[in-house]
């Protein structure tokens, strides 16, 4: 019933740009704070961004200040985030989160429970 999917990673060359993908059916994503979690080979998963219910706040952790963007589109039940200046190091999976509390100043939580529901994620690969 409810499905989160994520789309758009791919295979990048080191300072390259990707804009990810999060859509959803069975839920509005318009109700909900949305995220983006990495999760590196061998890595735990780790919060990326996060947007507001009304996309009027987000939140980046600090590896990603000034090259990521998260947006959200609420006519096509959309979020996005846009990856510039790509490193190696952000290689990994990529999964959208809608979550049940809103996104604050202590986002990410250290507790991934609080989770409503995850995508299956997207592969992005930043190689030379």
């Known amino acids: 019933q409810l499905q989160v999917v994520e789309s758009g990673g791919g295979l990048v060359q080191p300072g390259g740009s990707l804009r990810l993908s999060c859509t959803a059916s069975?839920?509005?994503?318009?109700?909900?704070?949305t995220a983006w979690f990495h999760q590196a080979p061998g890595k735990e998963r780790e919060g990326v961004s996060c947007?507001?219910?009304?996309?009027?706040?987000?939140v980046y952790v600090d590896s990603v200040k000034g090259r990521f963007t998260i947006s959200r589109d609420v006519a096509n039940n959309a979020v996005y985030l846009q990856m510039d200046s790509l490193k190696p190091e952000d290689t990994g999976l990529y999964y959208c989160?809608?979550?049940?509390?809103?996104?604050?100043?202590?986002?990410?939580?250290?507790?991934?429970?609080?989770?409503?529901?995850w995508g299956q994620g997207t592969l992005v690969t930043v190689s030379s």
């Open positions: 989160a809608v979550e049940e509390a809103p996104c604050a100043g202590t986002w990410p939580p250290r507790d991934l429970g609080s989770v409503r529901q």
């Open positions: 947007i507001s219910a009304a996309g009027k706040a987000t």
């Open positions: 069975g839920l509005s994503l318009n109700y909900y704070a």
